[in-house]
């Protein structure tokens, strides 16, 4: 579905690349997540997935970037957007400010493309629906906490049926709860067919939903793989990335004699209980 | 929280299409000015305006602004007028060389009289027509999408702006800064704010121009709308109508030799 090779990437009067050599394949019906230390590029990837590289941003992009068949440098912008939905990391700036209820703020990107009335009023209730922001509908954007225009953002950009959607820290000012949500509406949409790119630091839910991660350090993309062997690395510090707190714990224990360790090292609830009760049994 | 003062009341006004209020008030003020007898805008303040205000449920709201924003005004231009009007010859009262004529205020009744009519109607406008409606109203009648953007945009980012705004001043203040007392103090204070704010904003435009690409903003596909401004022939006919009205206001008096 989404294919990018030997990507590199310059803004505009800036020296050095801000991403370099970075190939990547996502399937369709596929949550990839990518994870990465802050200023690593992830946002920039996710500009050059959704074609905002080099459409609005200009600068130098070498490589090709193919999203459904389609080499999205030789689309028009437009038509980029009809193919890949983008949720930038700060709400604030996603709610158009054009709108005065939320119920007309999801709908806004279907007005702007021409769907027809009947249709967008079916598919608002159901985006809002499935962010269960529903009783939120006759709210102004503006009156919301940062939670609750984040998941107006997201419905905002999932009423719009893109077959794929970036996700810049889709989850930045959710709560626990909020957030697992989210996650979950991202497993539905990818059950639906969606398919999905999700930039993240919450790295125990990208083990927990995602089918493959990436990892960007040193503007390149260094690793991709099963989330379980790509969260229990021993390189994520390395690369800027804590590790799940279970393989800390885990780690530390090790490291402190508490535990023989030795055996692979657990990167969720599940695994960290089976992990300690092997060497210390109840 | 948009900076509106629009009064969510179920009203017949209120469900006026905004086209056709927009329509009316143009006209009224058409007349208003066209004709300058000040009994005419008294007449259409009392026939029109009043009774529009009652029906809507706006009239205490209505009459708190018009004072506000009037009063002001009224009394400055019958002072002013009253005192100094050039063809002032019937005096009423007299101090040194200062006279109150009644020419100069026949002259600020006429002006003061127009003025009121004015601002009430637009008031009136703001505060039973939801600026949503108003947008949609003029966009499904050809207005550009950028333009109707940039109006509902700056009155709803200008509050959020604000709140950012205290937000900045708060933590300033949590890291020592002292703001002085009076206005010097207050601009000193502005300073450190301006900064992160106007930095701020700039990223802003970036990321929200991004945000608006993604939803279609760009595209050239004709536009639909969500939540239809309710609209009937009885109103297509008065909107009509309302621009021989005024057109009427304006020669009748000329023809007639009323002025």
């Known amino acids: 579905m989404i294919t990018l090779t030997d990507i590199g990437y310059a803004y505009p009067d800036a020296e050095h690349f801000a991403l370099e050599k970075v190939d990547l394949h996502v399937e369709h019906g596929e949550i990839l997540g990518v ?21 609005v941003d200009g600068g130098e992009l070498t490589g090709t970037v193919v999203v459904d068949g ?37 709908a806004f990107g279907l007005e702007n493309l021409g769907v027809p009335r009947e249709e967008m009023v079916e598919r608002v209730a159901a985006a809002a629906d499935l962010l269960r922001i529903s009783h939120l509908m006759d709210s102004s954007p503006y009156a919301l906490s940062g939670g609750q225009q984040q998941l107006v953002a997201i419905a905002s950009m999932v009423v719009l049926r893109t077959p794929v959607l970036v996700m810049d820290e889709p989850t930045s000012q959710l709560d626990p709860a909020g957030t697992r949500m989210v996650f979950d509406v991202l497993s539905a949409l990818r059950d639906a067919g969606s398919t999905i790119v999700v930039l993240e630091h919450k790295v125990e839910l990208l083990r927990e939903h995602c089918d493959r991660v990436a990892v960007i350090a040193g503007e390149t993309i260094v690793a991709v793989g099963e989330p379980r062997e790509i969260l229990a690395d021993e390189r994520m510090p390395e690369w800027g990335i804590g590790a799940t707190r279970f393989t800390e714990a885990a780690r530390a224990a090790a490291g402190r004699g508490v535990v023989a360790g030795g055996g692979t090292l657990p990167v969720s609830l599940d695994e960290a209980v089976a992990f300690f009760q092997e060497d210390v049994p109840a | 929280m948009a900076s509106t ?42 026939v029109v305006i009043v009774p529009a205000a009652v029906v809507s449920r706006c009239g205490g709201r209505l009459a708190r602004l018009g004072l506000t924003i009037l009063l002001p005004i009224v009394v400055v231009l019958f002072i002013v007028q009253g005192l100094t009007f050039p063809g002032g010859r019937t005096a009423l009262w007299e101090w040194g060389p200062l006279a109150l004529t009644t020419e100069g205020l026949l002259f600020a009744l006429g002006i003061g009289s127009r003025i009121v009519c004015l601002v009430l109607a637009s008031i009136l406008f703001v505060l039973t027509t939801h600026p949503g409606d108003l947008l949609s109203a003029l966009t499904e009648r050809g207005m550009s999408p950028k333009f109707s953007y940039i109006i509902s945009s700056t009155l709803q980012l200008i509050p959020a702006f604000r709140d950012r705004a205290d937000g900045i001043l708060l933590a300033q203040q949590a890291r020592g800064l002292a703001i002085g007392k009076g206005l010097r103090g207050r601009v000193g204070a502005m300073m450190p704010l301006l900064a992160p704010l106007v930095l701020g904003m700039f990223t802003d435009v970036e990321e929200r121009a991004t945000a608006m690409e993604a939803r279609g903003f760009g595209s050239t596909a004709r536009r639909t709308a969500l939540t239809p401004v309710p609209d009937s022939t009885a109103q297509r006919i008065v909107r009509w109508s309302m621009p021989l009205v005024a057109a009427a206001a304006i020669v009748l008096p000329l023809v007639t030799g009323a002025l």
């Open chain 2, 5 to 46: 003062l629009y009064m969510d009341r179920k009203s017949p006004v209120h469900r006026l299409n905004p086209v056709t209020k927009l329509v009316i008030l143009i006209t009224v003020i058409v007349i208003v000015f066209a004709i300058p007898f000040w009994w005419v805008a008294a007449g259409v303040v009392a």
């Open chain 1, 35 to 55: 994870v990465g230390a802050s200023g690593a590029g992830k946002t920039t990837l996710a500009k050059i997935i959704a074609g905002f590289i080099p459409h």
């Open chain 1, 70 to 106: 389609a080499d999205v440098a030789e689309l028009s912008l437009s038509d980029a957007v009809s193919k890949v939905g983008l949720v930038i990391q700060n709400p604030f700036n996603q709610i158009s400010g054009a709108k005065y209820t939320v119920r007309d703020e999801i």
